[in-house]
């Protein structure tokens, strides 16, 4: 009985690991397409930046 329990207690802490896992998978996943999805607006602002860099020589 002794060796059942110690079984289940560690394929509970192997669940833990392993849920624990796919959750840091799956956010760092919906941060990256949060990236490619600004991206454009980055890329816009970063010219606009560019055009406003403008030196005024008197």
């Known amino acids: 009985m002794n060796a059942q329990v110690s079984e289940e207690k560690d394929l509970f802490w192997g669940y833990v690991a392993l849920v624990t896992t796919l959750l840091v998978v799956v956010v760092a996943m919906v941060k ?3 990236n ?3 991206d454009p607006i980055r890329q816009q602002q970063a010219e606009e930046t560019a055009q406003m860099n403008i030196r005024v020589i008197h």
């Open 36 to 38: 490619d999805k600004y």
């Open 32 to 34: 990256l397409s949060e």
